[in-house]
C-alpha cells in the first residue's frame, strides 16, 4: 500500500485517490508583521494581507491535527463556497490578480505562543491559489504523504508585493450547503 501512495505522490497520479477525510483547521493563528511581538490565541476567522505602501504584511499560521486512519496522501485545498443562501464570509481587495501561497512549516506553531518574529522557517512550498469573488482557481498544487498521527502546519501568504486584503470565517458546510468554505486538508486513500 505505501508503495501505491509514493508512486501517486512522486508521478502526481491523484485521479486514483479516493478522499476519505476532510480536515478543518484545529489551529488559525494570525501572524502580524505591525506587531511583530505579539503572539495571537486560535481564531475562527483568518486573514491574509500585504499593503505595498506600507510593507506591512499579515499572515495565517494553520495547524492540523492529521489522525491515524487509512488515507496515504493528502493535499490542501482553499475553497470558497459562494452558495448564495449561506452568504460564507468572505472580502477580498487589492490589485488583481489576487493571489496567495500556502507554504509548509516546521511544525513548531504554539497556540498563543507565535509570533511574526519568532514564526517557523518555511520548509515547502505547496500550493498558490488565484482568488475571485466566485471561488478559488488552484494555480499549483503538491499532494505529501499524509503525516498520519501527527501535526501538519502551514502557512497561508501574499503570492506577490501587490496590494491584497483577504479575509474568511472559517467554516464546515457539507456538501449540500455548498461544501467547506476556507483552507482544508484533504487525505485520500
Request: net charge negative.
Amino acid at each position: 500500500m505505501r508503495v501505491s501512495a509514493l508512486l501517486l505522490v512522486v508521478f502526481g497520479l491523484p485521479a486514483f485517490a479516493i478522499l476519505l477525510d476532510t480536515q478543518f483547521p484545529h489551529m488559525l493563528l494570525p501572524l502580524k508583521k505591525s506587531q511583530p511581538d505579539t503572539a495571537f490565541p486560535t481564531q475562527n476567522n483568518a486573514s491574509v494581507s500585504y499593503d505595498d505602501r506600507s510593507l506591512d504584511e499579515q499572515w495565517t499560521a494553520v495547524n492540523y491535527d492529521v489522525p491515524d486512519n487509512a488515507a496515504n496522501i493528502c493535499r490542501l485545498r482553499f475553497l470558497i463556497n459562494t452558495d448564495t443562501f449561506k452568504n460564507a464570509p468572505f472580502s477580498l481587495k487589492g490589485e488583481a490578480p489576487f493571489a496567495i501561497n500556502i507554504s509548509r512549516i516546521e511544525p513548531k506553531l504554539v497556540n498563543g505562543g507565535t509570533t511574526w518574529n519568532n514564526k517557523p522557517a518555511i520548509t515547502e512550498h505547496y500550493d498558490t491559489y488565484v482568488l475571485s469573488m466566485n471561488g478559488a482557481m488552484e494555480v499549483v498544487s503538491k499532494w505529501f504523504l499524509c503525516p498520519k498521527g501527527n501535526v501538519a502546519q502551514f502557512v497561508i501568504h501574499p503570492a506577490s508585493k501587490r496590494y491584497l486584503d483577504v479575509y474568511w470565517f472559517e467554516l464546515n458546510y457539507g456538501a449540500e450547503d455548498g461544501g467547506p468554505h476556507g483552507v482544508v486538508l484533504e487525505m485520500h486513500t
